[in-house]
């Protein structure tokens, strides 16, 4: 039977090849998958699918929480897949997902960059590979450019450098390592402040599914544990245009660290062994000096997460202070449940100090931390039942516990609550929340998603919160809701059309230039998306949008603005071109639009549309050969109404800004 299936499907494709596994395009996930634009994406979530990419999972071994991680299939398709694999055993093409009940062609278009057959030659990766990067503004920032005094405050060249070498077999090994200089830091040696010529150095060193050690890592690593509440490495979306299967974290454990973004990992030692075959305990250990604010040589008031060093003040608060955290955490596995035990203890060298403001008045105060968490997953039918709780040494207590349905083939569902005390202090947290961090908070989000057929999928959100104590810029505690709709209509397999509404209401002091005494008052962001994308044939497609964005204070007179934006990609043979043209008009900074920019591999760019003026960048990539390729990313931005760019000292005396992107890869 299960060789009928295979040739039965292999016959339907006019006996072809094993499919092409197609190029990562990132602009398509951004938008499908992805939180609401903003500033809040960084290059992390890009480098982390970037990785997914790279070193794509064997179907026929592949596990459940490795297959929610991508964010693509439902609870449904989920548990069709696992029936399936169980039943027919292993797969023997890709082509055999269209035997899977509950598998469409859009969602496997979707899956296949990221997945393979064990016995499948990956095409477009290597065992080895470098990345060489070179980018700057040709127009000089106000940082580079001598004072009355002749001083000048950005202490380096106005060019960025990166750089990262990675090799790996298949999904059990990879090592490898990152480089990066931002435009405008000094080329120093001072191993003390983690400065070895290039401002910033990562690396490891990774071992997976080795005997009785499941993962070992050396070097930056992640970790990857429950709900994030007390750790939260790995790719994770949160909010956005997937109301469903965003919400939850999936339990990956210790994963290699491989960013360019300067904070939020661990550098030292971390293993899991399998105890028994239901048993695992992992242990990890780190120490690295982070970037801190310093108050004097024993107290910091804040730690810096920007990885920028090219002031004097910025260089002064890199690597001052040490942190050290060890911990474990012990799981238990079984077919259906999962349970987790996880301890983390934060020990630095000064103490941590907040600024004494009425807001920071529950905020850590101190040098050590302890957080202890138990995390659990259910899966009942075609629901999953997930949640974590945790308690910080503080007193503060954590929690957040959500399920995922499928009700039928058409519809889909979630559900999370959340609570963080004011006083629970949770570092490296990043569960579910509004806020930035997993303090300060409870909530209840109720999301949907609606298919009707293959054309049509409407998805919406709605999402509740209130914050008990004070915030910085809210002088009391305060409450909100957000809510988001994002309907699709594909009515041929080369088109799509796509509207997507949102609407959030806060509560925030008015600003100094509204108000001269301190009051709270509502605020209200609201915006509407459309876009219309279409393949004209199999070099050109077209994308077309068209933004507008709204934000308010109560009884006062909004701030609005829309962007007007037309892409054009055109692919054939080894040349690939991605052009793009946008027109903005905005009133002020508050009715910003970002809008999402394809960039050259493994980069990110989410730009600010704000002011009125013209956006537009040209992208080339060419294959020289099967081991050589290389990138050019020209981009520009003109404004019509401002004389200058920027602000700060980053500000560009001139009414545009230029920035040219150069990129090669060696592959072996």
């Avoid at 992805?34 to 790279?54: G, I, K, M």
């Avoid at 278009?109 to 990956?122: A, G």
């Avoid at 509440?229 to 790719?235: S, V």
């Amino acid at each position: 039977m299960k060789w009928f299936i295979f040739f039965g499907l292999l016959s339907l494709s006019c006996y072809a090849q094993e499919p092409a596994r197609p190029e990562l395009d990132p602009s398509t996930l951004i938008e499908h998958l992805l939180p609401n634009q903003s500033e809040n994406v960084t290059e992390d979530v890009l480098d982390n699918l970037y990785q997914l990419f790279q070193q794509p999972i064997d179907l026929n071994t592949a596990t459940y929480e490795e297959l929610s991680a991508l964010y693509i299939l439902s609870e449904k398709q989920l548990t069709s897949f696992f029936t399936y694999r169980q039943r027919a055993g292993s797969l023997l093409s890709l082509y055999e997902l269209q035997a899977i009940p509950d598998f469409d062609l859009q969602t496997i278009q979707r899956l296949l960059p990221f997945v393979r057959i064990q016995n499948q030659q990956v095409n477009g990766s290597a065992a080895q590979y470098v990345l060489l990067r070179y980018d700057r503004s040709l127009e000089l920032r106000r940082g580079f450019i001598p004072d009355a005094k002749g001083n000048i405050r950005y202490q380096g060249q106005p060019y960025r450098l990166f750089t990262r070498y990675k090799g790996y077999a298949n999904r059990q090994f990879s090592f490898g390592f990152t480089a990066k200089h931002d435009a405008g830091e000094p080329w120093t040696w001072k191993p003390a402040t983690r400065s070895y010529g290039i401002d910033y150095v990562s690396f490891h060193g990774f071992v997976q599914n080795y005997g009785k050690i499941k993962r070992l890592a050396l070097g930056d690593y992640q970790l990857q544990l429950g709900q994030g509440l007390l750790t939260a490495g790995g790719f994770y979306l949160g909010k956005g245009s997937e109301p469903v299967l965003s919400i939850r974290r999936s339990q990956l454990g210790i994963r290699p660290y491989t960013s360019a973004t300067e904070y939020g990992f661990f550098r030292g030692l971390a293993t899991t062994l399998q105890l028994a075959r239901q048993w695992e305990l992992t242990g990890f250990y780190s120490r690295i000096k982070r970037d801190a604010n310093q108050v004097d040589s024993i107290t910091v008031s804040s730690i810096q997460t920007s990885g920028l060093h090219r002031t004097t003040a910025e260089i002064n608060d890199k690597a001052s202070l040490l942190s050290q955290d060890w911990g474990g955490h012990l799981r238990w596995q079984g077919r259906e449940a999962s349970l987790g035990l996880t301890y983390l203890q934060t020990r630095y060298d000064k103490r941590l100090q907040r600024a004494d403001r009425a807001y920071n008045h529950y905020e850590f105060a101190g040098q050590t931390n302890v957080v202890l968490g138990i995390n659990y997953t259910y899966l009942w039918r075609n629901m999953n039942f997930f949640g974590e709780a945790g308690r910080s040494s503080s007193g503060g207590v954590g929690l957040v516990s959500g399920v995922l349905a499928s009700f039928s083939k058409r519809w889909d569902g979630s559900l999370i609550f959340r609570r963080y005390d004011r006083n629970f202090h949770s570092f490296y947290g990043n569960a579910f929340s509004e806020n930035s961090r997993n303090i300060n908070e409870t909530g209840l989000y109720l999301g949907g998603k609606y298919t009707p057929n293959r054309r049509w999928q409407v998805g919406a959100y709605l999402d509740y919160f209130r914050f008990p104590w004070l915030k910085y810029l809210v002088d009391q505690p305060s409450q909100g809701f957000g809510t988001l709709i994002r309907g699709t209509y594909r009515p041929r397999k080369t088109a799509q059309w796509t509207v997507q509404a949102f609407y959030e209401q806060k509560e925030k002091n008015l600003p100094a230039r509204l108000s001269k005494t301190p009051l709270v008052t509502t605020i209200a962001r609201s915006g509407l998306w459309m876009g219309f994308d279409q393949d004209l044939n199999r070099k050109w497609s077209l994308n077309s949008r068209i933004l507008y964005a709204r934000f308010s204070y109560r009884s006062f007179a909004p701030s609005q603005g829309f962007a007007l934006v037309q892409d054009a990609k055109f692919h054939s043979g080894k040349l690939s071109v991605t052009g793009r043209l946008a027109y903005f008009h905005t009133n002020d900074y508050d009715s910003r639009i970002y809008v999402y920019e394809s960039d050259v591999l493994a980069a990110f760019s989410i730009p600010a549309y704000a002011d009125v003026g013209w956006r537009s960048y040209l992208l080339v990539h060419y294959g020289f050969s099967k081991r050589w390729d290389g990138w050019l990313r020209l981009s520009r931005t003109q404004l019509l109404n401002q004389p200058t760019v920027g602000s700060g000292f980053d500000e560009i005396p001139y009414p545009y800004r230029t920035d040219v992107k150069v990129q090669l890869r060696y592959r072996w």
